[in-house]
């Protein structure tokens, strides 16, 4: 009977009864009532069979004797827990393993025919050594604690892989030593202790087939199969780095919820902002709430009972029936989102470090009911170590961040890093040297501001009127499924009587409030309404439920259009300042940032102090104001080549400031930013935030007007200056010869403004 998993062992095997049959003599001999009696002739019966004393050599006889041997071991295998237990008599470390329990049949039965006892990573080395291990304990009398979990990995009928630990009981061994037995001394004994990799030692030691084992092992299955999970995740969690998160995850979520149809995704949450984006951790991770790479409102993926459950309060959101909670719940996000993508019911749980959300887990199966709120309770397992690996990601991949900020978009320019590599040098060196050191602020003095800003006209009034002509598209498709199929219905009547107040009110300027107001008159009156005819009007229904979209239905097309319209002239007219701005690096090594809002708005400071091996003379800061000005002529026909394709034909105005007077700009540690340093430079940035909208004296017209360079200054020196900048331009052919000079009215705490316009040439 070849009972090994492997060719050599250090025993002879025989499986015998004889140790149990042995105690229940002696129970029986103390037992003179019934039980005794029954125990009696049971050993009878049983000494009939010569082959359970003697040893059983066949594995037939196991089967002939099969009722026999489930009656000798009923008092181990009780019937009442044969449906709850999983146990079996085995010999340790074999293939041989009867008398199963009910639950133990079944699932040998549906792990399929071809199922082969293996224990999980169990080779002939490990088999060979702990054998020659129990001979020492049970022989020897050593204490060697080499217990390890052994596993079995039984595959379920739905091919879910099931985990489940070996638990040997052998107080019915027997090791007895054979004529081929060495005698080992306490030498021999200490050198195998110091050994366990020499297995040919071992083999010399315990030659094999010269022990005896005789007798049998109770075995006990203990299902871990959401323990195992969780170490292989932690163990996969540990050494993964660029390969996706649900590759790793996915098999261990399925054996955790038991079904094949788990599907996973993952998002991470910028609670700053709000939104939610997909993770790039090496290769990014699939997210099935963010379709595309760019981040997304939260409010606009989630339905308000989902955003409250996982963003505020931090829970699982649970929805064991996509369908069926859809159609109580028409506007859920989520639910829209994965009935997409075949999904049943889903499980979102928040990744939560302290009392912040770094992301969202979204699990998934195409089987209703797979998942709901009760089973979404297994995850409390391995969230925690998710969470900590999520962490770590976030860590490295910020680290990764900071290195391209400080190589593409940090405040910290290239222009200025010297300075703050200095300055952190000598910050270390304190530090290392034992003195309590603060890092020093970093402030450039003496440098002369350049400020300019191309703003796009009347990008409110154009938002504006982007969300009436949507709303109104809205409440007009609303009312007319009003009149084909909300008739019989009792809130029909007032439900149209707002509608038809709301169009009344965007015919008017769009007021603040009314958008929201609409929104949420449409969320909770006319929904429920719109359920209630889904019935009689399901293809016109869906049709209006999928215009809600924000990414791509049609009630926020004039919106997305808008949203457009103002990311194509930022990102073009940013993308050409940038380019030019290596020309003005080359004239003299500045610092220079940028900012898009409704335009773009850049900031130039040059001076010595900025770059003290460069030659700092007036030509240069001459050649640089020029350089200003023709760059933004040429953002002003950049502008205009693209605006008939634009979705929106927005004009744009440029405006100048001109400040003679050299600042001082600091570095403020707790913004992390630059800013003009002391109360008089401040002037310099009052005038910046009141000139956008200023008039010229004594008009209502802007001292800004689309197809026109403005120029703000303040004393004559400066307009004759200027004023040979315009006549350059003209003859390089970017502006038109003539110029206008007006006053600027006066602003709060700023009197005595002029400019100087003239119009841009775009032929």
Not at 58 to 85: G, K, M, V
Not at 319 to 324: A, D, K, L, M, R
Not at 497 to 524: I, W, Y
Not at 550 to 578: M, Q, V, W
């Amino acid at each position: 009977m070849d009972l090994f998993a492997f060719p050599e062992s250090p025993f002879q095997l025989q499986l015998s009864f004889e140790p149990l049959m042995r105690r229940m003599q002696e129970a029986a001999g103390e037992d003179t009532g019934e039980s005794g009696s029954a125990s009696r002739e049971l050993l009878e019966e049983a000494a009939l069979h010569p082959e359970l004393i003697d040893g059983i050599t066949d594995e037939s006889q196991i089967h002939t004797n099969t009722a026999l041997i489930r009656r000798l071991f009923a008092s181990y295998f009780p019937e009442a827990l044969s449906a709850n237990e999983i146990k079996g008599i085995s010999l340790p470390y074999t293939n041989l393993v009867f008398n199963l329990t009910e639950r133990f049949r079944k699932i040998l039965g549906g792990a399929g025919e071809d199922f082969e006892y293996n224990i999980r990573n169990f080779d002939l080395h490990q088999f060979y050594v702990l054998n020659c291990c129990l001979i020492l304990n049970k022989y020897y009398n050593t204490q060697l604690d080499f217990r390890q979990p052994l596993f079995y990995d039984i595959p379920a009928p739905n091919g879910v892989m099931r985990h489940y630990r070996i638990l040997y009981n052998a107080d019915y061994l027997e090791i007895i030593p054979t004529e081929q037995s060495q005698r080992l001394s306490s030498e021999d004994i200490a050198l195998l202790l110091d050994s366990y990799h020499e297995l040919d030692l071992w083999k010399k030691k315990f030659p094999p087939g010269s022990w005896l084992m005789r007798g049998f092992a109770l075995m006990s299955l203990v299902d871990v199969t959401t323990e195992n999970a969780v170490s292989l995740l932690k163990e996969k969690l540990i050494r993964f780095r660029a390969e996706s998160f649900e590759k790793n995850a996915e098999p261990i979520l399925q054996s955790i919820f038991n079904t094949p149809h788990i599907r996973m995704g993952f998002s991470l949450y910028d609670e700053e902002r709000d939104m939610l984006k997909t993770a790039a951790f090496g290769s990014p991770s699939k997210s099935y709430l963010v379709a595309g790479d760019e981040p997304v409102p939260a409010k606009g993926v989630f339905c308000s009972e989902s955003y409250e459950a996982v963003i505020r309060r931090k829970r699982y959101f649970a929805v064991s029936n996509v369908h069926q909670y859809r159609s109580s719940f028409p506007w859920s996000g989520p639910s829209s989102r994965f009935a997409s993508e075949g999904v049943s019911c889903f499980i979102l749980a928040p990744v939560v470090s302290g009392e912040r959300v770094l992301g969202v887990l979204e699990i998934l199966s195409a089987l209703p009911g797979d998942l709901n709120s009760i089973n979404a309770n297994k995850l409390d397992v391995v969230m925690p170590h998710i969470t900590n690996n999520i962490k770590r990601l976030i860590a490295e991949y910020q680290n990764q961040v900071q290195v391209a900020i400080q190589d593409k978009y940090t405040s910290i320019h290239s222009s200025v890093y010297w300075k703050f590599k200095q300055e952190a040098e000598r910050y270390l060196r304190s530090r290392r040297a034992g003195e309590d050191a603060l890092p020093a602020e970093i402030v450039f003095n003496d440098v002369m501001p350049f400020y300019a800003a191309i703003d796009v006209r009347g990008s409110s009034l154009a938002r504006n009127r982007s969300i009436q002509k949507d709303l109104q598209r809205q409440l007009n498709t609303a009312l007319g499924l009003l009149e084909q199929g909300g008739e019989e219905l009792d809130a029909t009547a007032e439900i149209k009587t707002q509608l038809v107040l709301f169009l009344k009110e965007l015919d008017l300027p769009l007021r603040a409030g009314t958008e929201q107001a609409v929104t949420d008159f449409m969320r909770h009156h006319f929904y429920p309404l719109a359920c209630a005819m889904r019935q009689s009007l399901a293809n016109a229904i869906d049709q209006y439920l999928e215009a809600t979209e924000p990414c791509y239905g049609l009630f926020h097309e004039h919106r997305r259009k808008y949203e457009e319209t103002i990311s194509l002239i930022n990102d073009r007219l940013s993308a050409l300042l940038d380019e030019r701005q290596k020309e003005a690096q080359r004239i003299f090594p500045h610092y220079y940032e940028r900012f898009k809002s409704d335009g773009i708005e850049h900031n130039l400071y040059v001076g010595p102090s900025i770059s003290p091996e460069s030659l700092f003379t007036i030509d240069v800061l001459k050649s640089l104001r020029l350089w200003q000005l023709r760059v933004l002529c040429e953002m002003e026909r950049t502008h205009h080549e693209m605006k008939d394709s634009l979705p929106y034909p927005l004009d744009v105005t440029t405006l100048v400031l001109v400040h003679q007077s050299p600042i001082s700009i600091r570095f403020r540690m707790d913004e992390k930013r630059f800013d003009v340093d002391g109360s008089y430079n401040a002037r310099f940035e009052i005038v910046k935030k009141r000139i956008d909208k200023a008039h010229i004296l004594g008009t209502a017209q802007r001292i800004t007007e689309p197809g026109k360079l403005a120029i703000v200054y303040t004393t004559e020196d400066e307009e004759q200056e200027y004023s040979a900048y315009l006549r350059d331009l003209s003859v390089l052919g970017l502006l038109e010869p003539d110029t206008e000079k007006h006053q600027v009215e006066d602003l709060q705490g700023v009197a005595g403004l002029k400019v100087l316009r003239a119009r841009i040439k775009y032929e």
